[in-house]
């Protein structure tokens, strides 16, 4: 790798992972938060410690999702420190979700592809893993398998893009798909976009191989068992969009992220990658890198599409866990912005639509700045209410200490949230 690329390489992590370390030590506190004390404390810590824990409870439903990596993320940090802390979690995920720019930057210097214009893509890099957007997923350290899921779609479309005949690559794909679907429900939209990866791979070189026919079938059958494995949860049905126009209006909130509902904005941050690969398919002057990048995009967008139908209904705002997931198809149409910028130096006025993207995509997280920091400051002051309140009750065993207005105690019902603080085990590994 040549030395600037080192250079950018290691200060994209500097960068990266000085900001959420930041963010981590400011915002967050030791105390777990909701879905942790049933999924990892109760479910987890507690049947690991009192020697009852089952292999298949690794894999089990929890909500929607299967969190199989999260789950041993989750057993291996207790059994190194030996307690249940939330914040050591959320350190460890500030170098898990690091692996994902280092992946992408190290993957872009083996190709040779980043150079000239191209550099512009670290911009679109570094804003997505440095800034405090993505709160619930930065500061809680359950939220792990948003980064697993990205981590290992990336590993999924290199292997597809670079040796799409490669038996033992395919066997790769599989794997990290399936790895995808035991991560988040979300997961079965990565072997469904290895399949267009394969798809870019045929069309770019005009010929059919059996064995992309195979693998397509097989990461179909993925896609359609992770579907069929994927819990059904009645309650979330509220939140279902109930017709097309209210898909259409959560596609105007989340296509123009990071701006704020959209059309026009909307529009600047997704067509590079709809302009430039029909045309570099057309030139046949596409490279992996590209291939690569047009499969983030269609992933990005497959995740845009199942929540605007999931959580359609009058959505009002992009929740912020959810808004990582954009991240792949940002970094893919700032790749291509990059590569449209790079093809038309020659004349500006074609230079500055290319141009535009930066802009758009710069601007929306300078507006957003100061609306994400009241949001992470005031869920920073429920969460010392939390603690204290906690801390009281341990202290005093007083039930009435508990009897909070929602988000001041650090689970939805404080009945259980009782329960769970008077069991032996839990209270012996808080680490308050």
């Known amino acids: 790798m040549p030395r600037r690329n080192i250079l950018a390489l290691l200060t994209t992590l500097l960068v990266v992972i000085a900001a959420r370390f930041y963010y981590v030590e400011t915002y967050a506190i030791a105390l777990p938060f909701w879905d942790q004390w049933d999924g990892e404390g109760d479910q987890l810590l507690r049947s690991w410690i009192e020697g009852k824990l089952e292999m ?3 894999w089990q439903p929890h909500n929607e999702h299967r969190i199989f990596l999260t789950r041993l993320l989750s057993l291996l940090i207790f059994n190194v420190t030996g307690v249940w802390d939330n914040l050591i ?33 670290l911009i679109v890099i570094i804003a997505q893993f440095s800034l405090i957007f993505a709160s619930e997923n930065i500061l809680v350290g359950f939220q792990s398998q948003f980064y697993f899921l990205i981590i290992f779609t990336l590993f999924a479309l290199i292997l597809a893009a670079l040796y799409p005949d490669n038996l033992l690559a395919m066997c790769g794909v599989l794997l990290c798909s399936w790895v995808s679907v035991l991560t988040m429900a979300s997961g079965i939209f990565t072997p469904l976009t290895a399949i267009g990866v394969y798809a870019l791979q045929v069309l770019d070189r005009r010929k059919v191989g059996w064995q992309q026919v195979a693998m397509a079938v097989l990461l179909a059958a993925a896609t359609l068992k992770g579907y069929l494995i994927m819990p059904h949860i009645e309650a979330n049905h509220v939140y279902r969009a109930r017709n097309v126009a209210e898909v259409v209006r959560a596609l105007r909130y989340l296509l123009a992220w990071p701006v704020s509902k959209s059309w026009p904005a909307a529009t600047v941050l997704w067509i590079p990658a709809f302009g430039m690969v029909p045309w570099l398919l057309r030139k046949k002057e ?18 845009v599409f199942a929540i605007a139908y999931g959580r359609g209904q009058a959505m009002g705002s992009v929740s912020s866990r959810h808004s990582e997931l954009f991240t792949l198809g940002l970094i893919g149409n700032g790749w291509f912005a990059a590569r449209f910028i790079a093809l038309s130096t020659k004349n500006w006025k074609v230079y500055c ?15 957003r700045w100061n609306r994400d920091m009241r949001v992470v400051r005031r869920a920073y002051q429920l969460s010392m209410k939390q603690e204290s309140n906690v801390r009281a009750y341990l202290k005093t065993g007083d039930p009435s200490v508990l009897v909070q207005p929602q988000f001041e105690i650090p689970y939805p019902d404080s ?3 009782r329960m769970l603080l008077d069991n032996p085990t839990i209270r012996g590994i808080l680490p308050l």
């Open 56 to 58: 298949r409870t690794l």
């Open 89 to 121: 979690e959320a350190r460890v995920n500030i170098f898990v979700a690091a692996c994902i720019p280092f992946i992408i930057i190290v993957f872009l210097s083996r190709q040779k592809a980043l150079y000239g214009f191209h550099w512009l893509v």
């Open 286 to 303: 596409l490279s992996h890198a590209d291939i690569v990048m047009a499969g983030c995009v269609m992933w990005s967008l497959t995740q």
């Open 353 to 367: 639509i290319g141009a535009m993207f930066f802009v758009v995509f710069v601007m929306g997280h300078i507006t």
């Open 415 to 417: 009945i259980r949230l």
